[in-house]
Each structure stands twice: as C-alpha cells, then as structure tokens.
C-alpha cells in the first residue's frame, strides 16, 4: 500500500504550549481516515502544518512521498477544505467555483461546476450570492472548493457540523463516492457515528499524540477485559438503587452503567456473572424480558483513551 501521509514524531508548539508531542502516523492510499479527538486536542493543528499553513516545531511528515521541506511538487493534489470565513461575499456560488477552479488548474466546464454544486447539495443555489448563504450552504461550498483541481488528497476538517442531518448524509454519500474513485481522504470530525460509518481507519489524538488506532471495529472490540456491558429490560424497571439493594446480598459485583429506555445498562466482570445475574434478578421476583450484550461504541472508545 502506497504512503500518502507519514508523519514522524511530528511536534508543535505555541508559546509555552506543546500541543503536538510527537504525532506517529501513516495514512495509505484510497483510504477514509478518521481523526478525532476533543476540542483543542490538536487535529487542526496537525492538518494545517500538512498543508503548510503552519509550522512545524519538530519531527518530519512526508505527504506522497514528498518531504515536509518540499512540498511544492504534490500541493497541486491536496485539496483542503477552506475557513468558511475565507469565501468571497460578493461572488455567486459557481462563479466563485469557477474562478477558485481556475487558480487550482481544474479543468472542467462550466455545467460541471453546476454538477459539482450538485454533488455537495447546493443545488438552486448556482447563482445566489455567497453573501446570502446559509452557515450550512458556506460548508457546503467549502467542501466543493477542497474537491478542485481533482485532487487525490481530500483533507476535510468537520465537513458535516452545522449540517442538517439529510445534507450530512449526503456529504457522506460524497465521502464514499470519492474513495470509490480512488482519492484518500482525511476527515475530522465530532460525529462519531459518522467516523464510524465512513472511516477505514481511525486514529484518535490525545495528550498531542496518537493514543489509539485501528479500523473502528479494531478499536471497538479491542477490550482489554472481559467486563460485559449488559442492556436489560425488566418490570420492573431496574433503577440504580433497586440494582443496589437487591445486589447487596449477590456473591458478585454488578455495577450500574446508565438508564437507556425501557433498558438498564449495567457492568459485570464476565460471563459467568452474566448468568448469575440473570439467574438472581428472577429469584428476586423480577420478570426479565430481554438481556443483551451492549457492544462498545467509538464514543466509548473515545471517553476510554483520555
Ligand atoms: N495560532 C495559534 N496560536 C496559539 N495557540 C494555538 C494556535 N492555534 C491553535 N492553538 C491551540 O492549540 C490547541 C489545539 O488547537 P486545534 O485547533 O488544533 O484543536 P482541534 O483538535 O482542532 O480542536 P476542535 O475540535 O475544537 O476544532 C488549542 O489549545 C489551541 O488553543
């Protein structure tokens, strides 16, 4: 698999501030990488020293085999999603388009533009001014703006937020679609399910470094203990305290986890108490519905790896 982005021991610092200590990663070829990580962990920081719009404090990064000191040969095939604040009011949304497209040597014709305005769901709005556009419409625009020049890097730092819910759906029909055609994409963002649906990689930052990073279903199922997450549905319903009292007397430990209605998820150490807990809540007088398994989501894995 070729090596679109190695970045070695990657450092950046602010002032006093070490935001970046030492970020270690490889994204390959035609894959969708999820980065994410919590407010002020570092992601766009990482992306703007990729593409030059920082500087590095330390470490080195390659992108397509470019070294960071030379970056000016593979420029033309990254394309990045702007600041939203940095379109042009006066311009109309394919006029803008176009004229961005010329300065990034797209080739396309004028119905492709209104084809690409399209794809990212501003259909209608070809020839309305930028300065009319919605928050959603301004993302929406920038995302058609990163896809200029056909570039084989597509770096999207929260592409969805502020969408409604039908036009995130369609960006990630995009994603996918510009996997399919062979592009790498690297997408941040801070909807986990989303990371989950389109990712094939994941790398979550923490502490300016990687701390996890795997395929979602690696990072999901990489327990390190046998402690089951079990969703019960009872009537009566289980609350916290009821759990409390009657595992008072219980020869294992049950720990309740959260209320999701009509379900209890609660913790124990493994199987076996599983089926002691089963077995326990029916001598109590309980009716026991349904158990199941909870599987751990990314956003578990997310809270973990702090
Ligand atoms: N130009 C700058 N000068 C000083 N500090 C900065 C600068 N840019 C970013 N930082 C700091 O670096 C840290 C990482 O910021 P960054 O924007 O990379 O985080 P992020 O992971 O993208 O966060 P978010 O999820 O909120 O977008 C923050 O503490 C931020 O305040």
Redesign the pocket.
Known sequence: MNEVIHAAGLK?R??S?D??NGIDLTIYEGEVFGFI????????????ILTGI?NKSGGSFTIMGAPDQNLDKVKSKIGVMPDISNLYDQMRGVQFLHYMGKLAGDKRSKQDYIALMKDVGLEGAERKKIKSYSFGMRKKICIAQALLGNPELIIL??PTSGLDPESAINIRKLITNLQQQGKTILL?S?NLDEIDKVSDRVGI?SDGIIKKLGTPSELKHNNTTNEINAAIRTSPGLTSEKLAELSATWDFEVQFVSSKKPYSVVKVKDDNDLAKLSKELIHSGIQLFEIRIEQQSLEDVFINSK
């Not at 990580?37 to 703007?48: C, D, E, R």
């Open positions: 950046k602010f002032g501030s935001v970046l990580g919590h407010n002020g962990a570092g992601k766009s920081t990482f992306i703007n920082i730092d929260e941040t801070h930052i």
